[in-house]
Structure formats: structure tokens, C-alpha cells
């Protein structure tokens, strides 16, 4: 494996790692760095891919001038290397939501973390990074964003997530992609909230998606973000019908 580096926004660095045998077509996991005066991660990746992360990072920053360590939720491919950033930035703090924090993190993260309330922001130098709540969307209680206020740019976790090896930086469709893997992985939270939830994203009208698993997208964000509310939508009801 290898991991690339792309800049998709003014300072927004994406790393990306193919597993080819993850679903027929291949898929990425990708991090995000935001490069300020206190620099700032977004997913840390699986443990095992930590080495190639790394060293992909410190081709753009010094690995120790890292000051946030951050993620969507906690799940492996998000925080399974939380303590060896931890270790290789000695300044860095985990940042988290205030529910993620008080259910896992006080206790995995190596040093304290830091709880984060709704529309808190992060001030790197430069840069101002805005932690929203997301509970349960597309899955897990803690589940959260972050948006990058300067080049509006929504680091968005799993939502769009979609297989395959696209290019870094898309202006095509990801909602047909992102309904297929949904209908392969059967991975998203389906509430009577989850479409309302991601129609307020749409409200902050970013400039660049950036996915965890798949491209990031840069055409009508806006559009996407509704489309995809009406995906779930659609989906919830579907399976409000299948109990009735």
C-alpha cells in the first residue's frame, strides 16, 4: 500500500490509502491535515497504517508541530492511532465532542482530551475550525463534523462514503456512489432526524466535501447535501414500512 497526498483546498491536504481488497472496486481511507500555526488532524487512521500516514504527514508538516488531533467518531479507521499521533506530536491534544469524550475517549486517549460543545471553534492560526454535533449520522452517538471556516471547507466523516479509487477531488456525482456502498455496507443510522440533520450542513454552503472514504467534492455542495438528506429520507421510510 501507499499513501498519496492532494491538496484539495488552500492549506487542506488529503491522504489517501487504497485497500484494494476491501469491496471489489477497492477502497480509501483518507485523513485530512489543515495547515496553520497549530495544525490540525482530521482521522488518524487504522494502527497498521499509521508508518505510511506518518510519513506521508511529515512531507507536510513536522510530525511534532501537530497541535489537534481530531476525528468524526470513534471507531478504528477514525482514531485506531490516536496515541501513536499522541506520542509522535508531544503538544498534540485529542478534540473531540463533549459525548465522545465522556464515553471513550477520558479513557483510551493517552493524554486528557479536550470536549467540544456544538458550534465550539478552534482557532489554528490562520485557519478556524468549527466542531458541529451530528449525533447518530451517519452512525454512532459522538458522531460529528468539522468545518473549516476560511475556505468552507466540511471535513465530513462517512458521510458520501463510496468504494472505489476516484480522483482526490471530484465535481461529479458521489450521491449515486454514496447510495450504492449504502446499500452494500448498510452502515447509516436511519432516524426520523438523520435527513434534517444533514439539510443544516447543506446551510452552511461549503465550497469542498471532504470524505473520508471515496473523493472529495467540490461542484454543488448544497445540492449534494440535500440529495443525500433525501437519500436517507427515502430509505427511513422504506424501512418504517418494511415494520409496519
Not at 15 to 41: C, H, K
Not at 115 to 124: K, N, R, S, T, Y
Not at 179 to 204: D, H, N, Q, Y
Not at 230 to 244: I, K, Q, V
Amino acid at each position: 500500500m501507499t499513501t498519496r497526498t492532494h491538496e484539495i483546498a488552500d492549506g487542506i491536504f488529503r491522504f489517501s490509502t487504497l485497500v484494494p481488497e476491501v469491496t471489489p472496486d477497492g477502497f480509501t481511507f483518507n485523513q485530512f491535515l489543515i495547515r496553520g500555526e497549530e495544525p490540525l488532524l482530521f482521522h488518524t487512521g487504522l494502527r497498521a497504517m499509521f508508518p505510511l500516514v506518518a510519513e506521508a504527514v511529515s512531507r507536510v508538516v513536522p510530525l511534532n508541530t501537530i497541535r489537534w488531533i481530531t476525528f468524526g467518531h470513534v471507531e478504528a479507521d477514525e482514531c485506531g492511532s490516536m496515541n501513536e499521533w499522541l506520542a509522535a506530536a508531544p503538544r498534540a491534544q485529542v478534540a473531540h465532542g463533549a459525548v465522545g469524550v465522556m464515553v471513550s475517549l477520558n479513557d483510551l486517549a493517552d493524554r486528557p482530551p479536550r470536549a467540544l460543545q456544538d458550534g465550539d471553534v478552534l482557532d489554528l492560526g490562520g485557519r478556524r475550525v468549527r466542531h458541529i454535533d451530528t449525533a447518530h449520522v451517519p452512525h454512532g452517538w459522538e458522531s460529528r463534523v468539522l468545518f473549516e471556516e476560511t475556505t468552507r471547507t466540511l471535513l465530513c466523516g462517512d458521510l458520501f462514503t463510496h468504494t472505489g479509487d476516484g480522483p482526490p477531488l471530484t465535481a461529479g456525482d458521489i450521491v449515486g456512489p454514496a447510495r450504492a456502498a449504502e446499500e452494500m455496507f448498510r452502515a447509516s443510522c436511519l432516524t426520523p432526524t438523520t435527513g434534517a440533520v444533514i439539510r443544516k450542513l447543506a446551510e452552511l454552503a461549503p465550497s469542498t466535501l471532504a470524505v473520508m472514504h471515496g473523493s472529495s467534492f467540490n461542484g454543488d455542495t448544497r445540492q449534494a447535501l440535500h440529495d443525500l438528506a433525501e437519500l436517507y429520507d427515502g430509505l427511513h421510510r422504506a424501512a418504517a414500512g418494511e415494520r409496519a
